[in-house]
């Protein structure tokens, strides 16, 4: 069965091991919520942390198109010792990530787990790597220098919210598409300070929710939202469009929670 609580498309499946083969089918009402082009691979990721690499594929089906995960459901059975009657619910991000977690069939209370390291089970080989654990090596040679190629422009403001927030533009870079530098010109004259994570909020979040991500801070001051990969995607950012960086911020000390990413087609 699907559902929608706010704007996160999410689905639920009791857990029935005799039933259970190595792919998960989707519920024929949640089709909608698949993004097209469909994505070849998707992460499905625990509460705590752990991830798995799984493929999505369209099945067979006489009436209706049907959809599901292959090739790897019975490593995350195993790995999470389910149990026959576990309520199993999933929340999609929109793009390639399946937030999942596990009610219990006895006491249905949430399953809950120390978060240890994070660990990813390659099951594709194909698979796209986690693109919020990239290396530090992706970005240092990252400089100040590179905030040149997307200079602000007084006439972006337009398109801001509000008018008076700081912001910034920024165009697709394949080289380095998971992250999104933040220029050390704007957090210098704004004053921002980051925490460990914030919200992304782009064209697509009234459907699917704004997407939660990784900030990185460099031993020399540098910021870069890690997994902006996924708002390209999903989104089919091209190099010729711009994207105005709407940055939104609350308190005296001027703390991030959110950056709105309005796309200008070019």
């Known amino acids: 069965m699907s559902m929608h609580k706010g704007s996160y498309s999410k689905f639920f499946k009791v857990y029935l091991p005799d039933e259970s083969g190595d792919d998960l089918d989707f519920p024929v009402s949640f089709n909608s919520s698949l993004p097209k082009p469909l994505p070849r691979n998707v992460t499905v990721r625990s509460i705590y942390g752990k991830t798995w690499k799984l493929a999505l594929r369209k099945c067979g089906g006489d009436d209706v198109e049907r959809y599901a995960l ?21 929340e999609f991000d929109g793009s390639r990530c399946f937030n999942f977690c596990i009610y219990d069939a006895r006491t249905m209370c949430k399953r809950l787990r120390r978060r240890s390291s994070e660990q990813t089970n390659e099951i594709k080989e194909e698979s796209d790597a986690e693109e919020e654990d990239a290396d530090d090596d992706d970005n240092a040679d990252y400089n100040d ?19 008076e927030n700081p912001y910034f533009t920024a165009f697709l870079n394949p080289k380095k598409a998971s992250q999104l530098p933040i220029p050390a010109m704007v957090i210098k004259d704004y004053g921002l300070n980051f925490p460990e994570r914030i919200s992304i909020v782009d064209p697509l979040s009234n459907n699917y929710g704004p997407l939660e991500r990784k900030v990185r801070i460099q031993v020399n001051r540098v910021v870069f939202v890690m997994g902006f990969g996924s708002v390209l995607r999903r989104n089919v950012v091209k190099t010729t469009d711009k994207m105005v960086c709407e940055v939104m911020k609350t308190g005296n000390n001027n703390l991030v929670h959110t ?3 309005h796309i200008i087609r070019g």
């Open 259 to 261: 950056i709105k990413v």
């Open 145 to 163: 220098d590179d905030d040149d190629e997307a200079e602000d422009d007084d006439d972006d403001r337009k398109y801001l919210d509000d008018k």
């Open 70 to 90: 292959v090739n790897g459901w019975k490593r995350i059975a195993k790995d999470e010792t389910l149990n026959g009657g576990d309520l199993l619910t999933f």
